[in-house]
């Protein structure tokens, strides 16, 4: 696509947005009722959250790098990224998020059959399909290839059994991709990735509470879960082969690490100086020097990104460079709120008020002590870097 071509897209798109983007979906996200997961139990908080859900699934802008045949809008990725920066501009909301798009699509476009395509990937992006991550499991964390639950084969189906534990939004979601042993004698290729309905008989979840006070998360135990081989003619309850899910597992846990990392921008990666000065007025100097450094390694974040983005598109990308987006991420996401709260002073502790939202800036910046376990470790994503990327020899 020529420079004029995309400039016209550019000008075709700003006044898609201004015609279809309300303006209470381009204010910041205040709390979770604020972001549109979908689903089958799903509800709109406002018109205008139904309203530029509705016109962007329409235009197939919920994810619109996918094909037009599988729900997206086929954007190329010079295009995509001028829809993600024309986006940003107004401070548009996502109009529909979900690890449908993040983490399993991604993994249905590499590994997933046709029918499988057709089927799973049109329903997350029309927002009708809600899922969830079945990985890590109490002992099977970092290591998460000594996983235990596991599917005995009865022929047209799997009977599973086992436990799952940090399961983002399990009692919202509509469905699980599920890591199954189904060899024991295999640590490797004995591992089988799953699809199956958490509405299933002997799937049950219990919420895991936090030290923020709340939590997306949960533990989901497995009690003689029939799971069936296939959905349909092509529809496999299973992505790439059986036994072989941990090749899948690898590849999905690469775009979690770039969904964790906030890689895309947003808040996490944002520059905060100017917004924390203009809400608190007078800073120490001392701080607004932390503040303007902050700013500066976002810039910087944000064009690693964007470098990374364009070597995945001519086949260049380094396959641990996701490590480095987590890693650098997370750690900057941390930076992120304790400044916040070092800028709120003893005003950001408080924890119940209206006027604080009910201790939101401090229950956020709890949360964020997650960010550097979740997805993988800072310390496990500092080794992969060290030996995969510096080639430093191994302890």
């Known amino acids: 696509m020529s420079d004029s071509d995309l400039e016209s897209f550019r000008a075709e798109t700003r006044a898609w947005l201004e015609a279809n983007c309300p303006p209470e979906m381009r204010e910041p996200v205040r709390d979770e009722d604020d972001i549109y997961w979908g689903g089958r139990n799903a509800t709109f908080k406002n018109d205008a959250q139904k309203a530029w859900f509705e016109a962007a699934r329409d235009k197939g802008y919920t994810v619109p790098a996918w094909p037009k045949e599988y729900g997206g809008a086929g954007l190329s990725p010079a295009q995509a990224k001028v829809l993600r920066e024309e986006m940003s501009a107004i401070g548009a909301r996502p109009p529909l998020s979900s690890f449908g798009i993040w983490m399993l699509g991604p993994a249905l476009l590499h590994f ?44 047209d189906h799997w009977v599973v059994n086992g436990q799952k534990v940090w399961t983002s939004y399990a009692d919202k979601a509509d469905w699980i991709f599920c890591l199954v042993r189904t060899d024991k004698d295999d640590k490797y290729r004995g591992i089988t990735f799953m699809l199956y309905d958490m ?24 009690d003689d879960v029939t799971v069936p081989k ?86 260049k ?71 995969r990327i510096l080639e430093l020899p191994g302890a």
């Open 199 to 222: 509405a299933s008989e002997g799937v049950s979840t219990k919420p895991i509470l936090l030290i923020s006070g709340n939590s997306p998360f949960c533990e989901t135990f497995f």
């Open 230 to 315: 296939s959905y349909g003619e092509d529809v496999p309850a299973y992505v790439g082969e059986i036994n072989r899910g941990w090749d899948v597992a690898k590849y999905l846990l690469g775009h979690e690490r770039e969904m964790i990392s906030g890689a895309d921008g947003g808040d996490r990666t944002s520059a905060i100086g100017a917004a924390l000065a203009r809400a608190n007025g007078e800073i120490d100097p001392v701080l607004r020097a932390e503040l303007a450094q902050f700013d500066v390694d976002a810039l910087a974040y944000a064009a690693m990104g964007e470098k990374f983005l364009d070597e995945i598109k001519v086949g």
């Open 317 to 387: 990308a380094h396959p641990a460079q996701p490590n480095m987006m987590k890693y650098a991420g997370t750690e900057l996401n941390k930076r992120r709120h304790e400044l916040m709260m070092a800028a709120g002073g003893s005003h950001a502790l408080e924890w119940d008020s209206e006027e604080t939202s009910g201790g939101k800036p401090s229950r956020n910046w709890l949360r964020t002590k997650a960010n550097s376990i979740e997805g993988g470790t800072s310390e496990v994503m500092l080794n992969v870097i060290s030996k």
């Open 112 to 155: 997933g059959t046709e029918g499988q395509k057709q089927r799973f990937l049109n329903e997350i992006a029309r927002g009708e399909i809600r899922w969830c991550q079945g990985y890590s499991e109490p002992g099977s964390g970092s290591d998460l290839v000594s996983l235990q639950t596991f599917g005995e084969d009865k022929g």
